[in-house]
């Protein structure tokens, strides 16, 4: 066969290598970071918008969470990147576990997370922000034999039903409140 006839013949593989893959694997790296499995800042971007629409169109309020890990750089300093990780991913596992099936975790960014909380009064945010401090500072992370406590400061946001914000104000008010909790000295909750 020629080289056209060879070419229709192989499997599809692109210059790198790989496989081609489906539409749906695609879409699930485009959305996902890849160190910890949970959704990207692409998500969180888009889903906030979404998820804001929705509950306004609904009369629901929604919350947004944002959670920095506090003196986080000093673990990669001390033990290495290849641990830093290793807490990153365990962070994003207990945030899994503890939200609703209904809320998004997100990584925000370097060791900041988020969460999208529809159907989340400012009560409701707040409570689910004391959960998820107790799940990130109760419980020191093991990694490669290391034992490291690690505390967290949240900022805490709801757009009430019937207030006329933006979803990006809602991630501004959230932001601006871990900021805070930051200049606090950082291992707390703070509401918007």
């Known amino acids: 066969p020629n080289r056209s006839e060879r070419a229709r013949t192989k499997p599809n593989k ?11 694997e695609l879409l699930h790296l485009a959305l996902t970071d890849p160190l910890t499995g949970v959704f990207n800042r692409r998500y969180l971007d888009q889903t ?8 306004k169109s609904g009369g629901e309020a929604i919350g947004f969470l944002i959670l920095d890990l506090d003196r986080f750089k000093p673990i990669n300093d001390t033990w290495g990147h290849r641990v830093g990780d290793q807490v990153l991913c ?3 596992t207990r945030l ?7 809320d998004h975790v997100c990584r925000y960014g370097g060791d900041e997370f988020a969460v999208i909380a529809p159907a989340s009064d400012m009560r409701s945010a707040g409570l689910l922000a004391d ?13 490669e034999g290391n034992q490291i406590a690690m ?9 009430p039903e019937n207030e006329p914000i933006s979803a990006d104000e ?10 805070t909790a930051k200049r606090r000295g950082g291992n707390v909750v703070q509401l918007a």
């Open 131 to 143: 959960r998820l401090h107790a799940a990130i500072s109760d419980t020191p992370f093991i990694a």
């Open 170 to 179: 809602l991630l501004h008010f959230a932001d601006r409140s871990m900021l």
């Open 96 to 102: 899994q576990r503890t939200v609703r099936g209904s």
């Open 48 to 55: 906030l918008r979404v998820e804001f629409d929705r509950s």
């Open 90 to 92: 365990q962070v994003a």
């Open 14 to 24: 692109w210059r790198g290598g790989g496989l081609w893959r489906s539409p749906r």
């Open 151 to 159: 505390t967290c400061s949240l900022g805490v946001a709801s757009a």
